[in-house]
């Protein structure tokens, strides 16, 4: 069974970066639409953004041209650089497939804060 880990998240005061990382345990990324998805407190998680396996990308309107997604399918490795971030990008980040068919991980926790 394919484990995803996160990792990367802190504290981090706004207008800072962050950059996350997401390791699986098997090769699954490669043949796959990768995405990152968030959960804030009291929310549903949500989509984030994702990569295809040609590299396209995706980002939901508020982390546009803030944040950036890339991979490094020998590595099985999927990356989210996060800059300019803001207090309302404090959440649990997650990645998974972009059709969530692996098995959640533990996520890596973002908060943005003075």
């Known amino acids: 069974q394919v484990q995803l880990v996160e990792s990367g998240g802190g504290l981090v005061q706004p207008g800072g970066s962050l950059r996350l990382s997401c390791a699986a345990s098997?090769?699954?990324?490669?043949?796959?639409?990768v995405a990152w998805f968030r959960q804030a407190p009291g929310k549903e998680r949500e989509l984030v953004s994702y990569?295809?396996?040609?590299?396209?990308?995706f980002y939901v309107d508020s982390v546009k041209g803030r944040f950036t997604i890339s991979r490094d399918n020998a590595k099985n490795t999927v990356f989210l650089q996060m800059n300019s971030l803001q207090p309302e990008d404090t959440a649990i980040y997650y990645c998974?497939?972009?059709?969530?068919?692996?098995?959640w991980g533990q996520g890596t926790q973002v908060t943005v804060s003075s």
């Open positions: 098997g090769s699954i990324f490669a043949s796959n639409a």
């Open positions: 990569i295809t396996t040609s590299g396209g990308t």
């Open positions: 998974n497939t972009r059709d969530s068919r692996i098995s």
